[in-house]
Antibody, heavy 119, light 111 residues
Framework: EVQLEESGGGLVKPGGSLRLSCAAS????????MNWIRQAPGKGLEWVSS????????YYADSVKGRFTISRDNAKNSLHLQMNSLRAEDTAVYFC????????????WGQGTLVTVSS | QSALTQPASVSGSPGQSISIACTGT?????????VSWYQQHPGKAPKLMIY???KRPSGVSHRFSGSKSGNTASLTISGLQAEDEADYYC???????????FGGGTKLTVL
């Protein structure tokens, strides 16, 4: 059974940092692209970042470029999102999702982890 | 990259059919057959319902179907059921620089 479990969310002050993780199991993690998608409270889905299977291709939304860094550890079946210089508008539930292609056709999603940026 | 455009809400009675449009541009929906649709119930993670414009993942009801014409994709749900009441989001691949773009979401109400 495919499982994705996010962790690392919490309350952080503006300008602070957080590192999200996504533990994957039940599939061959090495051959899939992985993605972070977020949803602000009461709002729609927003694609944040994607990383290809062997980390050779990495993409970011303009809203997080230069502040967030996506990475993966294929040996540990894990995906990470380092978030720096956090702003109030980064407050959201962050989902990790699996796909064959970066940024498209997300077939399995985790349950999400809430990040709240507030003073 | 601008979000794709969806109606804020649609409604239908049980047994009826409804369609949700998702309008993009020639840079996303119009250029790639990589439109997907997601169903999200309150407090839950999104669920993939349609991928590559028309394909249904295993386990998704045949009542759900997808299509595309030009820069607009559509999700059609036939034989509406109470459990179909949810938010629906479209998503399109948008090229190698910023690959993913979502629509704003549509709230489906089953009357």
């Amino acid at each position: 059974e495919v499982q994705l479990e996010e962790s690392g969310g919490g309350l952080v002050k503006p300008g602070g940092s957080l590192r999200l993780s996504c533990a994957a199991s039940g599939f061959n993690f090495n051959i899939y692209s992985m993605n972070w998608i977020r949803q602000a409270p009461g709002k729609g889905l927003e694609w944040v970042s994607s990383i290809a299977d062997i980390s050779s291709y990495i993409y970011y939304a303009d809203s997080v470029k230069g502040r967030f860094t996506i990475s993966r550890d294929n040996a540990k079946n894990s995906l990470h999102l380092q978030m720096n210089s956090l702003r109030a508008e980064d407050t959201a539930v962050y989902f990790c999702a699996r796909s064959w292609r970066v940024g498209a056709d997300f077939d399995y999603w985790g349950q999400g982890t809430l990040v709240t940026v507030s003073s | 990259q601008s979000a794709l455009t969806q109606p804020a809400s649609v409604s239908g009675s049980p047994g009826q059919s409804i369609s949700i449009a998702c309008t993009g541009t020639s840079s996303d929906v119009g250029s790639y057959n990589l439109v997907s649709w997601y169903q999200q119930h309150p407090g839950k993670a999104p669920k993939l319902m349609i991928y590559e414009v028309t394909k249904r993942p295993s386990g998704v009801s045949h009542r759900f179907s997808g299509s595309k014409s030009g820069n607009t994709a559509s999700l059609t749900i036939s034989g509406l059921q109470a459990e179909d009441e949810a938010d629906y989001y479209c998503c399109s691949y948008a090229g190698s620089s910023i690959p993913g773009v979502f629509g704003g979401g549509t709230k489906l109400t089953v009357l």
